[in-house]
């Protein structure tokens, strides 16, 4: 099997958690009171979940290959183009207002809804299948009306996207 090699990036948070990093790296978010033999033990404990979700990651990258900087500046005029009118339709279908829309080059967080209302877009999605875009607009615009992840916060996902949870699951993958 082979050791795991990883990167442990300490704060005041209160349990130790793994991430797949860009450049397929193993993160360890962990407690600044937690010692090594812990973390390592952590690890070795969910060796399992670190290598069937490096290799997924592999198997992603290798679909969606990392933009050059012509193509990111194309997805972002055409994110700019598109996503408004998107984000119009589920607004008006979810009778929601935003205060603004943001674009960015975001690796990671493609979506986020601020707690002004104002959401951000990464241009990234212009990548993604429409069925994806339309799941992160809806994610997003959900998080007016609850700024978490909880039961009514799903539940106001479902009424506009009765399927997210396949769209969902394409977008984890």
Known sequence: MGTIDYRIIRSNRKSLA???????EVLVRAPHRVGEKQIAAFVRQHSDWIRNNLAARRAFLEQYPEP????????????????????????ATMGLMHTGIRFTKNRVRIGSCCKKNRISFSCRLMGYPPEILDYVIVH???????KNHGPEFWKTVEAVLPDYRKRRAMLRR
């Open 18 to 24: 793994l991430e797949i990093g860009n450049g397929l």
């Open 140 to 146: 997003e615009l959900a998080h007016i009306l609850h």
């Open 68 to 91: 050059t900087a012509d193509q990111l500046e194309t997805w972002m005029a055409l994110a700019q183009t598109i996503i408004p009118g998107r984000v119009a339709h589920y607004t």
